[in-house]
């Protein structure tokens, strides 16, 4: 086999077979296939497109790639849940516990987060003594036990993705669905979950920004992990302003803890409990989404959900304390409160533009070297909507230095008003299971 031979065959709108995919994945990976010839191969797949099989052989190619996690002696359907990411999706920290708390095994494996916000790690990290460097037998010992546990992502994990995704980002060959969705699929895959949930965002704050889009990438994705052998299903869910209210590191531990008491922002408790639903569903827990949905309420509602997170928090060295006294997650030193300069009504909230505003704060990471200030970030007190009065607060500002000017005037910016009432925006836009 030639790689310039497959290289042309795909410019000219031919189907590649499962030998070549592997062919190409693996020559790649080693070095033996140069990045000028993969440069040129990502840019005949942007613009051919490819199939349904050649979506799952390319999956499957960079699963094998590197090291998949064996969960296999994890009792029960183990389910994953993956978020396209946004502003102030804090669905993780409180999925993890309340799908536990229901008999849902949680076996999850993240990262740190790189932009607005720190990843779920970071997160977590928030709350005192909590680690995620436990070895395999104890991450599948805790499952078992707790029915949740957190580990850090393994270094060989898809290791044909990252270099793929690298050389993807300075070739312009980024927004790809087949490549998007082959590389978020082949992540979830090689971490071993038997049954995934996806969580596809869609408007200004996401990466997909129409929900035409959106639903193209939701449904690339379901296609792929049921052709892999997965149960998967994705719900398309709004990110044209930040989800909840917190956005910063213990700020969403904080809104976590009181989602899990039934006293969480509206919206980030309604996409919560439809994630949800489908975990339980797809785990086998369930005879139908409705019922999956009455017994996580029932979970928030008798304290088994909360107890659930003192659990999985103190068995890996977090003090669980914070659960019930959050004054002891990491504080700020200074508050500021952002003013409305005038009467209306909330019309818009760009997502991005909160998110660079909440990262100035130090919330996030600008750089993989840069350090994360976890007590600092922003709490809307206004959502899309909402009326205000002038001088009423629309952010509260979270801060460890006293000049906030710039991160007032970003705000500003990103925050508008109008004279007329303005409706809410759907928060759940699809369910594709197909």
């Known amino acids: 086999m030639r790689m310039v031979d497959l290289i042309e065959k795909k410019r000219d709108g031919h189907e590649l077979s499962t030998e070549e995919i592997q062919f190409i994945i693996s020559g790649y990976t080693d070095g033996t296939i140069p990045d000028y010839q993969m440069s040129a191969l990502t840019m005949a797949i942007f613009f ?21 996690i064996d969960l296999s002696q994890i009792e029960g359907v183990k389910v994953d849940k993956h978020s396209t990411g946004g502003v102030g999706d804090t669905t993780t920290l409180v999925l993890g516990p309340l799908v536990a708390a229901v008999g849902v095994p949680v076996a999850k494996m993240s990262g740190r987060g790189l932009g607005h916000t720190g990843g779920t790690i970071d997160k977590l990290e928030s709350v005192e003594g909590f680690h995620v460097e436990i070895d395999n037998d104890e991450f599948i010992k805790l499952v078992n036990q707790n029915k949740i546990a957190v580990i850090g992502q393994s270094g060989n994990l898809t290791p044909a993705d990252k270099k793929l995704y690298a050389l993807r980002d300075v070739t312009a060959t980024v927004n790809s669905i087949p490549l998007i969705a082959s590389s978020i699929m082949s992540k979830k895959i090689a971490a071993g979950a038997d049954a995934i949930v996806l969580d596809v965002k869609t408007g200004a704050g996401a ?124 504080q700020a030193k200074y508050t500021f409160e952002l003013e409305a300069k005038e009467d209306g009504y909330v019309s818009e909230i760009i997502a991005d533009s909160v998110g660079t505003a909440a990262m100035l704060l130090g919330a996030g990471r600008a750089t993989k070297e840069s350090e994360i200030d976890l007590a600092v970030g922003l709490v809307l007190q206004k959502k899309i909507g909402d009326q205000v009065q002038k001088g009423e607060s629309l952010v509260t500002i979270y801060s460890n230095f006293e000049d906030v000017e710039e991160v007032k005037e970003k705000l500003y910016h990103s925050i508008k008003l109008s004279s007329e009432k303005v409706s809410a925006p759907l928060l759940v836009h699809a369910e594709i299971t197909e």
Do not use: W, Y
């Open 207 to 330: 990466f997909m920004k129409t929900l035409e889009d959106s639903k193209e990438l939701a449904s690339a994705m379901v296609r792929i992990g049921n052709n892999v052998g997965r149960k998967t299903m994705a719900v398309i869910s709004d990110m044209s302003q930040p989800l909840g209210f917190a956005i910063g590191n213990a700020l969403e531990v904080k809104e976590a803890i009181d989602t899990l008491k039934g006293e969480g922002p509206e919206d980030l408790t309604e996409l919560c409990l439809t994630l949800g639903s489908h975990m339980v569903l797809l785990a086998g827990k369930a005879d139908s989404a409705q019922q999956a949905r009455t017994m996580l309420e029932d979970a928030i509602q008798n304290g088994s959900a909360l107890e659930s997170l003192k659990v999985f928090l103190s068995s890996q060295g977090g003090n669980a304390e914070v659960v019930d006294d959050p004054e002891k997650l990491p």
């Open 48 to 68: 051919e497109g490819m199939t349904e099989k050649e979506r799952a052989d390319l999956t499957m190619a960079m699963v094998e790639s590197g090291d998949q």
